[in-house]
């Protein structure tokens, strides 16, 4: 919280030229185990980083974690972590609600974050964060989007920047995947406190920011919430009608009632439409792009030869984010550049509630949805009764 008691002053970090990255995971579960550490197995077996530290409040869960996996040191306090091993980066890999204190926490002991998403509940939760992070050089706090990385995004990402397959005029973006009643028997899940909303918060927010990082900023979204299925406070499903700086629009939708999984981006562009079709994670297969009639055979071809396939991953991401923390750089997915897509589902829950065209830079302090997701708004009832 914006209240924490600062941390002792600490001595600076010796520059990072030369050495290890030096770096700690905060929280055991899953997701740390099956993404963060093979990344950060490989970069250590290349000489980039470090692992030498894990935070959990589960002592005997931290215990066996760092046993299984070589870690020296295992903690359950966080200032005492920062405090004796002085890590150049925490990964965050808790629950939402805790992510505010532990980023702000570990951007007041020197060190860089790299928080997975949502990152924080709500926008003002955002700018807490971002009010806590270094000036020119860092720290910086970034989230982990990992989506707009790897070798399929970046070519696609050229060709629309350069203007190779035409102005983008119509776009759909879909995360409709299912989740059952099991799921939901995690205390913090389904809850605006604990999880800061539903599928478009904690699952299609990561196709809807590959999205915004391929169009650029957003104007206006239209959108609708419903919960259908699950007895749960948040949303289930919701669709929107999304119109961008230049010109495109797009339907985005987001569900976890569809019992076929899919995540897909379709790009129709004057000359090309750009398609991307995976469940959890893309490599070049993944991606297809289709000519207009009238694109020479030649060009065309071209626009396939992706290079060398790098699948998206935690991996890459973290590459990058090592590789600006080397040059004292802001990384992407952290300040204004992470901000967007947690704006939009922020205004896409606005326009649902409230049953209006929600404009870019509208949510900002003295705003309901500006410190909750949901505005406090009344009126959701039961699954089985009604929807929103």
């Known amino acids: 919280m914006s209240d924490l008691t600062p941390l002792t002053p600490l001595t600076p970090l010796p ?19 099956d993404s963060h550490l093979p990344a950060l197995d490989k970069l250590a077996s290349q000489g980039e ?63 860089w974050v790299w928080c997975e998403k949502p990152p924080v509940p709500t926008l003002a939760d955002f700018d807490a964060v971002e009010a806590e992070e270094g000036t020119e050089g860092g720290p910086y706090a970034s989230i982990v989007f990992q989506h707009r990385f790897g070798s399929g995004t970046r070519h ?40 800061g909303g539903g599928p478009a918060m904690g699952h299609g927010i990561h196709q809807m920011d590959l999205l915004l990082d391929l169009l650029g900023p957003w104007s206006e979204v239209r959108a609708m919430a419903g919960r259908l299925v699950h007895d749960v406070e948040t949303e ?8 961008f700086e230049n010109g495109a629009m797009a339907t985005v939708v987001n569900s976890v009632l569809s019992p076929d999984e899919v995540s897909r ?8 439409t750009i398609e991307l079709t995976h469940l959890y994670g893309h490599s070049n297969a993944n991606w297809r792009i289709t000519p207009a009639r009238d694109v020479p055979e030649e060009l065309a071809a071209a626009w396939q030869d992706f290079g060398p396939d790098v699948p998206s991953s935690h991996l ?66 039961p699954a089985a009764e009604t929807s929103a």
């Open 49 to 111: 980083t470090e692992l030498v530290a894990a935070v959990d409040i589960d002592a005997r869960s931290v215990e066996e974690f760092c046993v299984s996996n070589g870690i020296p040191h295992a903690y359950t306090d966080l200032d005492r972590m920062l405090r004796e091993q002085r890590p150049d980066l925490v990964i965050i890999c808790t629950p939402p609600t805790l992510h505010r204190d532990q980023t702000v926490t570990a951007l007041r002991a020197g060190a």
């Open 316 to 381: 890459e991401q973290l590459r990058e984010l090592i590789a600006s923390m080397r040059a004292g750089q802001r990384p992407r997915s952290s300040g204004a550049d992470g901000r967007t897509s947690l704006e939009l589902v922020a205004a896409l829950y606005r326009s649902a509630f409230t049953d209006t065209t929600v404009r870019a830079g509208e949510i900002g302090p003295g705003d309901p949805f500006y410190t909750a997701m949901h505005g406090d708004a009344p009126g959701w009832a």
């Open 236 to 243: 289930d499903v919701s669709t929107a009608l999304l119109r």
């Open 156 to 195: 696609v990402a050229r060709l629309l920047a350069e203007g190779a397959v035409g102005r983008p005029l119509v776009a759909h973006c879909q995360t409709t995947w299912y989740r059952d009643t099991a799921y939901y028997a995690v205390p913090w899940r389904g809850r605006w406190a604990t999880e």
């Open 265 to 272: 981006i379709r790009i129709d562009c004057e000359r090309a």
């Open 15 to 33: 520059p990072l030229d030369g050495r290890r990255v030096r770096v700690a995971v905060v929280g055991t579960g899953a997701i740390a185990r």
